[in-house]
């Protein structure tokens, strides 16, 4: 990589065993990895499943965007930038509606203000890769 480019990740088991970093810096811009409710090792607020790996209860959708977008300030604290430098996020959920019904409030949280500037999607999928995991955000920053 150019004496511009640079990478940063948090650390955890599954960063080695899938092979990726968690944010890249090329030029003036930062592409961050999806985010997932992690603290170390450990998932927050883990979604209860069933034997078969089923989410039985959406409610704590919140508390894990809220800890995505923690995750993704950390990193790009790194690069000297916040959350105020993102441009664009993609919101994976494994519930829509109860995405949609959380994701306002919790953005506005995240980014400090009532219209984030961000563009922004949010997407339904029917899981993620662990089976507790409800939310998944992806981040680009320009600096």
Same mark, same amino acid.
């Given at each position: 990589m150019s004496g511009? #480019?640079? @990478?940063? $990740?948090h650390g955890v088991p599954w960063e080695e065993g899938y092979g990726y970093v968690q944010a890249l810096r090329h030029g003036d811009t930062v592409y961050i990895s999806g985010q997932v &409710?992690?603290?170390?090792?450990?998932?927050?607020? !883990?979604? !209860?499943?069933?034997?078969?790996?089923?989410? @039985?209860?959406?409610? #704590?959708?919140a508390a894990q965007m809220r800890r995505c977008y923690v995750n993704a300030a950390l +990193?790009?604290?790194?690069?000297?930038a916040s959350l105020d430098d993102v441009v664009d996020e993609v919101i994976y959920v494994v519930d829509a509606a109860?995405? #949609?019904?959380? &994701?306002? @409030?919790?953005?506005k949280e995240a980014y400090g203000r009532p219209d984030p500037q961000v563009a $922004?999607?949010?997407?339904?999928? !029917?899981?993620?890769?662990? !089976?507790?995991? +409800?939310?998944?955000?992806? +981040?680009?920053?320009?600096?």
């Amino acid at each position: 990589m150019s004496g511009k #480019n640079k @990478t940063e $990740s948090h650390g955890v088991p599954w960063e080695e065993g899938y092979g990726y970093v968690q944010a890249l810096r090329h030029g003036d811009t930062v592409y961050i990895s999806g985010q997932v &409710a992690h603290e170390g090792a450990d998932l927050v607020a !883990p979604a !209860p499943v069933d034997a078969d790996g089923r989410v @039985t209860d959406f409610r #704590n959708t919140a508390a894990q965007m809220r800890r995505c977008y923690v995750n993704a300030a950390l +990193l790009l604290e790194r690069f000297g930038a916040s959350l105020d430098d993102v441009v664009d996020e993609v919101i994976y959920v494994v519930d829509a509606a109860e995405g #949609n019904a959380v &994701a306002g @409030t919790v953005r506005k949280e995240a980014y400090g203000r009532p219209d984030p500037q961000v563009a $922004s999607t949010l997407v339904g999928t !029917p899981r993620l890769a662990f !089976p507790e995991l +409800l939310v998944e955000i992806k +981040l680009v920053a320009r600096l």
